[in-house]
């Protein structure tokens, strides 16, 4: 199976190029394209409309990627949780929300993560490899399909880094967006990363209108050296090059994230150092009370402290909020069921 080509990961070029390369008609690939992202067929046996020795082509050198749900559990407040099972047995997970302004589903980039933040379930492991673009939308058809709701934003959020697999994350989103697959907007696409500056930059001269949310988490360096190993390679200040230069090229707002735990990065003095570091950037700040992760020495500090450092952060001019937590009773926290489900299966989490 590994020598094969993941069909579903292959742009509408790639399909008519790989198609010319047999004799085929250009429009054999738009057929294609069709079955794999419009109809979702399983097997080459079901595209009717292409002949036999071509479906015997395909099937000797192509597969059709697919995942499948291990387990579904969902919240009072609507919240749905997937645990997909890849083909090689791997599990990641989706998270399912229903907001005022529409369904939104957040999906994962790898298996694992190796970026080690210190308060991350997800990493805990490190990385077992990336996704391919392929997985990446059958997360959001299989969501979709299974929950027979309209998927209208995709946040790139879930578990890994979608920085660190960067040539499947471009792929998955010229995919998506495609009028005979899903036709979902860039605008309505998040994608969150620890601070990969290069990629950012990367990321800025593809120039998509896609929203760059940046986990910042700390307000100095001393402070995100200590819970971001990432910082150590791209501190704060060539981070926020990085951002700045994304809204100039892009003129998309970046909006950043900050996990308040208690007694680390959540006091007023704190909430100053942000608001200066922030200031006069077109920005807006996603205020997140820490998950707790049982591995991890982070906790949550009151819901006065976190309201506190929210009005800070408005009376210096800086659009913050306190993001409203969704799911908890079904760890909707990134990373969390994965570890779960792999410590009842073999008893013992990695
Ligand atoms: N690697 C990317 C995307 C995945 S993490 C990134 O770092 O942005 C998604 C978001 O959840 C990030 O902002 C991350 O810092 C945050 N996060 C991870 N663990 C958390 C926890 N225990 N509590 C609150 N937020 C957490």
Redesign the pocket.
Known sequence: MTDKTDLKSMTREELELLLAGWGEAKFRAGQLFEWLHGKRAGSFDEMTNLSKPLRQKLQESCYINGLEAKRILEAQDGTAKFLFRLRDGNTVESVLMAHDYGNSLCISSQVG?R?G?G????TIGGKVRDLAASELLDQVYEAGRLSGKRIDSVV???I???LDNFGAVLRFLTLVRDPKGLGLSHRHISL???GLCEEIDRLADEKLQITL?V?L?AADDETRDRIMPVNRKYKIGRLMQSCRRYFEITGRRVSY?Y?LIGGVNDGLETARKLAALLRGQNCHVNL?P??P?AETPYRRGSRKSAEAFRAELERLGLAATIRREMGTEIDA??GQLRRKDREEEDGCAS
Not at 119 to 122: D, G, Q, R, T
């Open positions: 993560c970026m933040c308060f991350c379930a997800s790139l959020m879930g890994g880094e979608p969150s990363t620890c949310s986990s988490h994230e996990a997140i820490v998950n992760v926290a990134c």
